[in-house]
C-alpha cells in the first residue's frame, strides 16, 4: 500500500471530519492497495493528551563533566577523587567521568557548559 495524499484538518476533503473529531483530528491520508485495487481513507486522531517534560541531553558515560563540591564538603571531595575525579583550579571545579558521578550520587551536582559560561561572564 502506497500513501499518496495526506490532508491536514481545514484542508478540502477534511471538512466532514473535522466536524466529527474536532481538534483531535491530526491529518487524513489516501491510502492505494494496488494489488486489490482499493483505496482506503484513515485519519490520525489524538487520543491522550497529557503533560510531558523532554530529558536533557543524554551525556555519555565516559564523558568527562564539571562537577560542583563546596567548601568544606572533605569527604566528598575524598569520595570524588578515588573515583578518579581531578580538581581543575581554573574552573574551580572537580572533573569525574558522568557515569562515576552517577554512582556517587552527584547528577545534580552536574554543572552544565551553559552554567559555567555565565558565571564566568
Excluded at 568544606?72 to 581543575?88: H, I, P, S, T, Y
Aim: aromatic share 10%.
Amino acid at each position: 500500500m502506497r500513501t499518496r495524499l495526506k490532508l491536514r484538518p481545514g484542508q478540502k476533503g477534511t471538512k466532514r471530519l473535522v466536524e466529527e473529531y474536532g481538534d483531535r483530528l491530526v491529518c487524513v491520508r489516501y491510502r492505494y492497495d494496488e494489488v486489490h485495487e482499493r483505496r482506503f481513507k484513515t485519519i490520525e486522531l489524538i487520543v491522550e493528551d497529557v503533560e510531558w517534560r523532554p530529558r536533557g541531553k543524554r551525556i555519555a558515560a565516559d564523558t568527562i563533566v564539571d562537577v560542583r563540591v563546596e567548601w568544606g564538603e572533605k569527604d566528598l571531595a575524598v569520595r570524588v577523587r578515588q573515583a578518579g575525579g581531578k580538581w581543575n583550579r581554573q574552573k574551580r571545579f572537580w572533573e569525574i567521568r558522568y557515569d562515576r558521578a552517577l554512582e556517587l550520587g552527584l547528577e545534580e551536582r552536574v554543572v552544565s557548559q551553559e552554567a559555567y559560561n555565565s558565571r564566568n561572564r
